[in-house]
Structure formats: structure tokens, C-alpha cells
């Protein structure tokens, strides 16, 4: 290890002591005070001491990681991995021969908005990748383009043609039905694996192929999340006249880093899926990354894109914030309303939205819109590992359709209260969401009983799935 290793590590110690030592006193002292005026003026205080102490701790951190080259280190291996799981992909979807290929049938016209589209697309892509069988997609009738899906992405697959669609069966999980040339999957929300009884394929998400794993998660937090992203990217190469139209307006915007993506989802969401959320406390998360920016270098020009279905959202924002510079595009806004939701415009204007979204340093989104998903996913595609590169205002990342997401106790918990689960260290917790408050809610896998613990006593549980081994062929 370098010297310049070993001195950022003392100081990322010592910053840590000093922090304890600075919220222990102070604290034992808020206890103590009588005077509520004076109380709140110390908690005003602690809160702004510990603020900028958090964020030179975290300076630190990445200070550390790049003094030990590991920043540089995790570049390569992203884009080494990122070449051989593109590559595998497009050897799938690229059979010598179609007809004689295993194939896989899927329309993108799910009943649904883009991003849910587009993750059911995803869906059929890794059941291609774990059944090896090359995807076709149909999009006829697409409710967002009588143009089909080509008229914006790239074919998924150059080698076949819809001719070589044929007749397709349902899929069964059984090995029987790996000799049908084509097999059509259910939505997934409908899905059921061998021994029914709502067993569910073992590939779906959170599953990551098995060989890559190791290999991901040297890089990235979350391998889970990067497979899908992989997935998600290859579904969203672009035709260049979609290109262009981005080309465009990142000029035209002044599109440039440091820059945060803000999605404020509203309209048919709000009350029926999600609860509504104040531009405010989009805002709070905004300016939380700015100043930690400001730590190490004051950032000039705070950058924000906003994407949202409500324009007055967009306004609201522009009008409140005079310290920042508010980017969005209106015509995307106004072509996102429910009653223009569903045409080329609307097409155009999500994918911009997405773009812009998923080009961004940092999310600030609910991740109970698949639309902010998407770009999250399309995120980890673009950097080595953006998983903390977000804040949600309400889920934790889920695929719709997953099979459970579990943690892993690492540390013991007896429950303080009636809304906490005790658990020893080593159980297994269903993870149901997190308050990010420093608590999480999970239902215990053995005991059923669902309540919050402290976040930082578990551990994510991954899932590796034997996928079919690809060959890396390059031709
Ligand atoms: P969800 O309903 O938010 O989970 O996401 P979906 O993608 O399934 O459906 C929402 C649809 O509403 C999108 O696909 C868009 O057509 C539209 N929409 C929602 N938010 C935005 C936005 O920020 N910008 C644009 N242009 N359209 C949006």
C-alpha cells in the first residue's frame, strides 16, 4: 500500500472517533438541557456539525479508495465485464442460423407505460439468456407507435427475421419443453415454475448468472442490479435518428456535469400506486449532494434536470430554486399527459426523459415509478458502480415480478418496541423496504413476523443462478 493509502486511512479513523466523541457529548448535553430554546439551538448546531463532518468522512472514503488505485481498478473490470456480457448477448440474439435456433417470443405491448414495457422486455431477455434462446420481439400494434419498436431502439437481432417467429407454445418449466422451437412466456406477474404452488423460475430477478457474480461483485455493490442494467442496455441502443434527437438537446440544454436527475412522477400514479411527495423534499436530497460536492470542490454551477408527467412540478421548481440551474424538457412534460400518453410524441418525450435521467451523477426519484428504475439500471451500464448513486423517496430498488429480495442478519436484534423483529445473527430476513432513517422493515423468514431493525445489521443475500455457459465468440 502507498504512503498516501496509509495517510488517508488515519485520517478516516480519526474522523470517525472525532465524530463520536463531537455526537456523544453533545448529545448526553441535548438530554440534559432544560430550556427548549436552547435545546433546539444545540440540535440546529449538532445537526450542521455533523452534516459537513459526514461529508468529509465520505471525501475521505473515496479519497482512500483512489489512493489505494481501486477507483481505476473498478473502470477496467467494469468495462471488461460490461464487453463480455454485451457480447454474449449479441451472440444470443444473433443465431448463424434463426430457424434452426431456439427461440422466444415477446410482444412489447404490455398493457402498460414504457418502463414497464421495457422491464417486461427485460424479463423475456434473461429468460432468453437462462433458457438460451434467442428473443424475439414483436411489436405491432405497440400502443406508443403504429411505427413499431424500430422506428426509435435498434432490432434486437439482425440474424432473424419475424418470419422466423412461427407458431410459439407456451412455455412450461420442464425439460421437456426445451425442445419446442418456440416458446412464448406469460407476463410475469403470472409466471409459475416446475412444482407449481407458486414456485417461481429460479432465474428471475434478483438472480445473477452464476459465473458472473464473483466478477461483478469485485467491482459493484450490488450485482443483482448490475445484470439488470446490462439487460436493460442492451434493450436501449438507440437508432441514430433517436440519437441525434438527444445529440441535440444536450447541447441545446447545456446538459453537463456535475448534474442531478430529479423525477417527479405524478398524474395517474399519485393515490393509486404511490403517494404524492412535495418538490421540496426532492429538493432537500438535491441540495444534500451538492454540498457534498462542495467538501472538496465548491461546484460553480448546481445542475438539475427535471423529468415529470406534471409540468407544474417542473414550474414549481424552476420558481423556488433561483440557486439552481433547472434543466427539462417541456415538450416531453406536456406529451406525458394522460390524455397524449400513449404516441410517438409521448415515445420521444420518455425516452429523452430516461436518457437524461439515467446520464445524470445522481437519481432523486420514487423508485416506485419504473420509469426512474430504468434509469437507474441504465446508470450502472454507464459507470463502474453507481449503486448508492440515488435517492428514493419511497421503495427500495425492486424488478416488479422478483422473486424475494432477502437480507442476512450480521449482527443480532432484540426488538426495542412492538414495531421492531428480534433475530440472531445469520437468519434470514424478507426485505420489505427501508425508511431511510436508519431503519428498515423485513419479515422474518422463520419466526413470520414482519418490523423495522436497524438497516445496519443486515446484509444483502444475493442469488446465483446456473445460466447456460455462453462461449465469448467475437465474430
Ligand atoms: P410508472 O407508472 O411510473 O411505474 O412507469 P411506466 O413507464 O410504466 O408508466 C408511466 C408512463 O408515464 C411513462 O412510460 C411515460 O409515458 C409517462 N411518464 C411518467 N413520468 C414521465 C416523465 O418524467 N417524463 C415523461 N416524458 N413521461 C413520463
Known sequence: PSKEFEYSRRKLENG???????????????????DSNAAKALAKQMLDFMGEHKGVILADINNLESAAGITEW????????????????????????????????????????????????????????????????????????????????????????????GTPRAWRDDPENDKEPVIELPIVDNIQGASG??????????????????????FHKNPPIWWMGQIVSYLWRLQPSTQKILNELTTKMVFASPIVGVHVRRTDKVGTEAAKHEVSEYMEHVKAYFDQLDVTKKTAVRRVYVATDDSAAFHEIKKNYPDYEILGNTDSMDSAALNKRYSDASLI???TDVHFLSQSDHLVCTFSSQVCRLAYELMQARLPDAADFYNSLDDVYYYGGQNGHNVR??????????????????????????????????????TDRKGKFPSYKAEEHFVKYDMPHYEDRSD
Not at 466523541?21 to 438541557?33: C, G, P, V
Request: hydrophobic fraction near 35%.
Open 197 to 218: 404452488n407458486n414456485k417461481r423460475p429460479l432465474w428471475l430477478p434478483l438472480a445473477v448468472p452464476r459465473d458472473l457474480f464473483t466478477r461483478i461483485h469485485a
Open 16 to 34: 470517525i472517533v472525532e465524530f463520536w466523541r463531537y455526537a456523544s457529548t453533545h448529545l448526553k448535553d441535548l438530554y440534559e438541557t432544560k
Open 74 to 165: 473498478k473502470l477496467q473490470k467494469s468495462l471488461e465485464m460490461t464487453r463480455i456480457v454485451q457480447n454474449r448477448l449479441k451472440n444470443l440474439q444473433n443465431p448463424r442460423n434463426c430457424a434452426e435456433a431456439r427461440r422466444l417470443r415477446c410482444s412489447i405491448n404490455k398493457a402498460c407505460g414504457l418502463g414497464c414495457q421495457l422491464h417486461h422486455a427485460t424479463y423475456c431477455l434473461i429468460a432468453g439468456y437462462a433458457l438460451n434462446r434467442t428473443v424475439i420481439l414483436e411489436s405491432k400494434g405497440w400502443r406508443y407507435s403504429k411505427k413499431g419498436w424500430e422506428s426509435v431502439f435498434l432490432p434486437l437481432t439482425k440474424t432473424c427475421k419475424s418470419s422466423d417467429i
Open 349 to 351: 418525450g420518455v425516452i
Open 409 to 446: 442478519a450480521i449482527l443480532p436484534h432484540q426488538a426495542a418496541n412492538p414495531e421492531e423483529i428480534s433475530f440472531d445473527k445469520g437468519d434470514l430476513l424478507g426485505l420489505a423496504g427501508n425508511h431511510w432513517d436508519g431503519y428498515s422493515v423485513a419479515q422474518h423468514k422463520v
